[in-house]
């Protein structure tokens, strides 16, 4: 059994302070508390708890000893001048189940910044440091990087004949306690330009050149990186060239109605021989392959991976549009290259010539519903690699959601496992105060429960009663399955 009674102290108008003691009937009393300022440039808030309880093992069996846990979540931000704005995030637990053991966050990788962000027009700086914390069993702390710092700038150049030229800069400092270190220098320049001709066609012609310097030492051999010695420095120049033309059709009638038609078309030419095997990839392990960077000349996330060669990009996109909001609309397209080598890995959709075919499309056929489809088809085959399907409703006193996920194991480098999965959540507003809510999420690869929760929630213009039943099935180390049956009431307007 549990009980939490919130206590809120509005101790002036800029800052108050809510503390939340939760009352446990075998683990004692887990102190929770919220502190939110605002500033006259900014603001912040932090939010923390801690216990003092039986130290129990993975088995979740009593060590015999006693232990103080906790966490801490902040985040702040904040505008010195009009130029400049500094943000930052805090979040930092004591134990890896901590979180989920006292239903405080379902988070498993919990992130650390500072960040420092200069803009003037389209021109920027960004100087920000990282500091990771992995929750998850097969996290190695000594194997997690820390990032300091990751400097980022771009310098723009318009001129109306002349197009558009970005002068980028990039430069990382990434180390660990173990494994390797790195240090990145990268500079770029990019130019395009838009022409649109008579007839309606967007042609953009489009070249850029970047140069990377790498610094690498504390290499293992775990590590798997092609080196003769424990440093090395590795240079490289990556220069690129095409074209983007699009060629929109559009068709208004006089009934508010609207139908465009767009096809695409990209050519891009690159080296073919980027791929360093001295370079590690540690900015763009986690890659997905869809329709918005479909037509991006380079599909890699991050720097480290570079996608190279000829490669040709086509598509088309269209939809109908109503002027009350209803509309259809889709988009396919396919990446096909001339070059054998790909610097993507199995089972990214872009490792061999002719990619996986990517596509979404909407459907609205009236403001209150709506249902999306997006999904990567095998290039052979044509079956489903990745299917998302999103469903939502808002009429009358119901309101939900279905949500359907599938997904093929990922790279071998983010160790991603398959995936499908199903979740529906409503909400039926049965009289004027009174509403019932339900939650239902299943894993069906596994063919295995996640969630399961129902609710009863009454609400007036002073109070709020809720009634909810939920059961989890998650599970890791010291984190077992369990019903929760909570009775929750809130005073609106209490003095």
């Not at 985040?75 to 004591?94: D, I, K, L, M």
């Not at 090395?232 to 690129?240: F, N």
């Not at 872009?350 to 403001?367: A, H, M, Y």
Request: glycine share 8%.
């Amino acid at each position: 059994f549990f009980a939490e009674v919130p206590y809120f102290f509005a101790l002036s108008p800029y800052y108050d302070l809510t503390l939340k003691p939760v009352f446990y009937s075998e683990t004692g009393v887990l102190m929770q508390g919220e502190w939110r300022h605002n500033l006259r440039r900014g603001r912040y808030n932090l939010d923390g708890s801690f216990i003092y309880t039986d130290d129990k093992d993975d088995n979740n069996q009593s060590t015999g000893n006693k232990t103080l846990t906790g966490h801490i979540f902040g985040s702040g931000t904040f505008r010195p001048s009009p130029n400049w704005s500094a943000e930052f995030q805090v979040q930092s637990v004591s134990d890896d189940t901590y979180l989920r053991r006292y239903d405080i966050s379902n988070e498993v990788d919990l992130e650390t910044f500072l960040s420092f962000l200069g803009v003037k027009g389209r021109s920027f700086v960004d100087i920000r440091s990282y500091y990771f914390q992995g929750l998850r069993t097969r996290d190695d702390p000594g194997l997690t990087p820390r990032v300091m710092p990751l400097i980022r700038g771009r310098y723009v150049i318009e001129q109306k004949q002349l197009g558009r030229i970005n002068i980028e800069g990039n430069a990382l400092v990434l180390q660990r306690t173990e494994g390797l270190d790195s240090r990145r220098v990268s500079l770029g320049l990019d130019w395009r330009r838009e022409i649109r001709t008579p007839m309606g066609q967007l042609i953009t012609p489009f070249a850029s050149v970047r140069a990377d310097y790498y610094n690498i030492d504390d290499v293992t051999p775990d590590d798997s990186l092609a080196f003769d010695g424990e440093r090395e420095t590795v240079y490289r120049t990556l220069p690129t060239a095409g074209i983007d033309i699009r060629w929109p059709f559009v068709k208004a009638t006089s009934k508010s109605f609207n139908v465009v038609v767009e096809p695409i078309a990209q050519a891009v030419i690159g080296r073919n021989d980027t791929m360093n095997e001295k370079i590690p990839n540690e900015d763009s392990q986690s890659f997905e392959f869809d329709t918005p960077n479909l037509f991006r000349d380079d599909k890699s996330p991050g720097l480290d991976l570079w996608e190279g060669g000829t490669r040709i990009n086509v598509g088309i996109k269209g939809g109908a549009y109503w002027d009350d909001g209803r509309e259809v609309s889709a988009m396919i397209g396919r990446t096909y290259r001339l070059d054998d080598d790909s610097p993507f890995a199995v089972g990214t959709g872009l490792d061999t010539k002719n990619s996986d075919i990517v596509g979404e499309f909407t459907v609205r056929p009236v403001q209150f519903f709506s249902i999306s489809h997006r999904f990567r088809l095998d290039d052979e085959t044509l079956r489903f690699r990745r299917n998302e399907v999103a469903a939502s409703l808002d009429f009358n006193r119901f309101r939900g959601s279905l949500r359907y996920t599938q997904s093929e194991r990922q790279a071998s480098t983010t160790g991603i496992p398959a995936r499908e999965e199903i979740r529906m959540d409503g909400r039926l507003k049965v009289t004027k105060n009174w509403s019932a809510i339900g939650r239902f999420i299943r894993d069906l690869e596994s063919d295995r429960q996640l969630e399961s929760l129902a609710a009863l929630e009454y609400e007036d213009e002073c109070t709020i009663f809720r009634i909810t039943a939920k059961r989890q099935f998650f599970r890791d180390r010291d984190i077992r399955p369990s019903d929760t049956i909570l009775f929750s009431l809130v005073l609106k307007t209490l003095n």
